[in-house]
């Protein structure tokens, strides 16, 4: 069985972004495994942009219904669900940017997270509509906040995911990373390790 894996990398900060070096370890680990394939889609190489009224209003129309524009706009949100419905295990490589996720991501949370295609609403509260999958978090950060309420990025991106249907999440911090080498180098050494045990477990 193939274990098929999508890697969506985040940072600004090009060739030193750190959470990007470890979702680059990830995928060097992961290819190296039998069974696992591996995608890799940056996002901010891409530039996604925000979401707008016009792409929103244009998932509202039926598709046999859209002008050219409105099937161009539709096809970005369409092609990100398809690409993340095709695979098994999805992998965030995440910094922290002023207290948040970074906002690349959260134009492509605004694209795949669509109620009747990937979550609907029930009687019940919102069911998810993408089944059986796993994901894991690689967060980045220059301070310390993993397990306190200064960590403004996990529960926000387990509620998305768990929107979604994504409720089996893993999360590696690389913290401290701008309190001085010797930290940095400890926590990105310890989280290397992790990635490690979790590239065991694909
Ligand atoms: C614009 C910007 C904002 C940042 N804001 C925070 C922050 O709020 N908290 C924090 O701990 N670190 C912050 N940092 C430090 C980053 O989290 C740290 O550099 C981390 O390595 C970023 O991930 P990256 O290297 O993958 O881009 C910030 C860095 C930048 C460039």
Do not use: C
Not at 164 to 193: C, Y
């Amino acid at each position: 069985m193939t274990t098929r894996t999508l890697v969506i990398t985040t940072s600004i900060l090009g060739e030193n972004g750190q959470s990007k070096a470890l979702a680059e370890h990830f995928i060097a680990r992961a290819q190296g495994r039998d069974g696992v394939e591996v995608t890799h889609r940056d996002l901010v190489a891409e530039e996604l942009p925000h979401l707008a009224l016009a792409e929103l209003g244009s998932w509202q129309v039926a598709e046999e219904e859209r002008t050219a524009e409105q099937r161009e706009l539709a096809a970005r949100s369409d092609s990100l669900i398809e690409e993340l419905q095709a695979h098994d295990v999805v992998v965030l490589a995440v910094p922290m940017y002023n207290f948040g996720i970074p906002s690349q991501l959260k134009a492509w949370f605004d694209r795949v997270m669509r109620a009747g295609v990937t979550f609907r609403y029930t009687e019940n509260g919102p069911q998810g509509l993408v089944e059986g999958k796993r994901a894991m978090i690689l967060a980045a950060r220059g301070g310390q906040y993993a397990g306190t309420e200064m960590d403004t990025q996990t529960p926000h991106l387990k509620l998305m995911l768990g929107m979604i249907g994504i409720n089996e999440v893993d999360t590696v911090f690389a913290e401290g990373l701008n309190m001085g080498e010797g930290k940095r180098d400890a926590a990105l050494k310890e989280a290397r390790q992790a990635i490690d045990g979790l590239v065991a477990r694909l």
